[in-house]
């Protein structure tokens, strides 16, 4: 598979960073500056902290190139370096949407509780969590890196933030994560009444987004 960048002409790239607040997307133009390095000068700032997170290059003026993932290494202005790039050929999709094993666990914050319990939640206390209840929905779900749509017998509201508590496939590592209802609409299965929540990510840890990532792929490379 040929490679898209090159060191001394830069190209029209397209950079998707998929950060804890969600995917954020730039425009701009890449090269190689070693091996397993690219610089990206973006055709404006970087606004918000992408230091870290996962990032997709892909090229809107080529149809054949392959996409390549990496991992943002540092910003300095419209500068961007990305380490470990890998190709990925244009026929997958990266990070779609599909059905996969994500043990969770939800509870609805209150927003009268207040932002610091969710702030102490994800730190890993529970000190300040008013009993209520948790929900546990069947864990075979349509999931991406950005959020989750599953089918529970409770509702909530659209808007409501969610505290969660979650896995990634067969892994015995859980991380504490929160969510926001982006839809919900009632369903009937099996002639039982239920809910089909959806949810964006508001906060996730790299860990829980990098194994995500390798999820998807996974289940992708399985499918081909």
């Given at each position: 598979m040929n490679h898209?960048?090159?060191?001394?002409?830069?190209?029209?790239?397209?950079?998707?960073?998929?950060?804890?607040?969600?995917?954020?997307?730039?425009?701009?133009?890449?090269?190689?500056?070693?091996?397993?390095?690219?610089?990206?000068?973006?055709?404006?700032?970087?606004?918000?902290?992408?230091?870290?997170?996962?990032?997709?290059?892909?090229?809107?003026?080529?149809?054949?190139?392959?996409?390549?993932?990496?991992?943002?290494?540092?910003?300095d202005g419209n500068r961007i370096a990305l380490s470990c790039p890998q190709l990925r050929p244009r026929d997958k999709r990266l990070f779609p949407r599909l059905y996969g094993n994500i043990p969770l666990r939800y509870q609805v914050h209150n927003p009268e509780d207040g932002e610091l319990v969710i702030h102490r939640w994800l730190a890993g206390s529970t000190r300040d969590l008013v009993p209520r209840p948790w929900f546990s929905p069947e864990p075979f779900m349509n999931f991406s890196v950005n959020g989750l749509s599953f089918e529970a017998e409770q509702g909530c509201k659209m808007g409501d933030v969610l505290l969660l508590h979650m896995g990634v496939g067969e892994s015995t590592e859980r991380w504490r994560a929160t969510g926001k209802v982006v839809r919900m609409k009632e369903v009937t299965v099996d002639d039982k009444p239920m809910f089909e929540i959806a949810i964006a990510f508001e906060t996730l840890p790299d860990n829980a987004m990098e194994a995500l990532s390798d999820f998807t792929l996974s289940i992708q490379e399985a499918l081909l």
């Open positions: 898209p960048l090159n060191p001394q002409t830069p190209t029209d790239v397209e950079l998707l960073c998929l950060t804890p607040d969600g995917p954020v997307m730039f425009m701009g133009r890449a090269r190689t500056v070693e091996e397993d390095e690219i610089e990206v000068n973006l055709n404006g700032p970087a606004n918000r902290t992408i230091a870290g997170s996962q990032a997709i290059i892909s090229f809107p003026t080529s149809s054949d190139a392959p996409r390549i993932t990496a991992k943002v290494l540092s910003t």
